[in-house]
T-cell receptor, first 112, second 112 residues
Framework: GEDVEQSLFLSVREGDSSVINCTYTDSSSTYLYWYKQEPGAGLQLLTYIFSNMDMKQDQRLTVLLNKKDKHLSLRIADTQTGDSAIYFC????????????FGSGTRLSIRP | SAVISQKPSRDICQRGTSLTIQCQVDSQVTMMFWYRQQPGQSLTLIATANQGSEATYESGFVIDKFPISRPNLTFSTLTVSNMSPEDSSIYLCSGAGVTEAFFGQGTRLTVV
């Protein structure tokens, strides 16, 4: 069945880059997403990438997609304390943002 | 982007009772979904809310337990019926267009 996997924890020093990795199984996914969830809050869509793209950059965020290996990553440059959150990788099931399958989430913590 | 409002934001309920959660989207969206996020877990899709017809439920979720309505393109409700402590979770509504899916802040439900 469909599955999205990511590591549970990541700790980085403030000012460094954070790289959160994800693997997925459904090769027909058209869209892949990164969501951010801060404590006690809902999900915020950070960015998404279309499956025919290799990279997408948006300010401090860079998404890399390796479709052959079904590997997605999110790089956060100059990580700040406000970036502390859980980051969910997700894939669309099919050709639109219909059903979305989420990974387990990576808890990013920032150390001074 | 769509703004999604959920009510209530949180509730504490007695076991055996039912709670109806409302979801309002500020613009017409193609699809609406309901997810559950159990404590410390990722999101699991409960069902797709179909306008004017019965919702489509995922494996493990049934209409008798989670009746859903969607009377128009911008509004949906989820009822958690005959609650038990195992239903304590965050319930999130999602509205999706072609490329993006947005989430409400969630309803944090505690069943005692």
């Amino acid at each position: 069945g469909e599955d999205v996997e990511q590591s549970l924890f990541l700790s980085v020093r403030e000012g460094d880059s954070s790289v959160i990795n994800c693997t997925y199984t459904d090769s027909s996914s058209t869209y892949l997403y990164w969501y951010k969830q801060e404590p006690g809050a809902g999900l915020q869509l950070l960015t998404y990438i279309f499956s025919n793209m290799d990279m997408k950059q948006d300010q401090r965020l860079t998404v890399l997609l390796n479709k052959k290996d079904k590997h997605l990553s999110l790089r956060i440059a100059d990580t700040q304390t406000g970036d502390s959150a859980i980051y969910f990788c997700a894939e669309s099931m099919g050709s639109s943002a219909s059903k979305i399958i989420f990974g387990s989430g990576t808890r990013l913590s920032i150390r001074p | 982007s769509a703004v999604i409002s959920q009510k209530p934001s949180r509730d504490i309920c007695q076991r055996g009772t039912s709670l109806t959660i409302q979801c309002q989207v500020d613009s017409q969206v193609t699809m609406m979904f309901w997810y559950r996020q159990q404590p410390g877990q990722s999101l699991t899709l409960i069902a797709t809310a179909n306008q004017g017809s019965e919702a489509t439920y995922e494996s493990g979720f049934v209409i008798d337990k989670f009746p859903i309505s969607r009377p128009n393109l911008t509004f949906s409700t989820l009822t958690v019926s005959n609650m038990s402590p195992e239903d304590s979770s965050i319930y999130l509504c999602s509205g999706a267009g072609v490329t993006e899916a947005f989430f409400g802040q969630g309803t944090r439900l505690t069943v005692v």
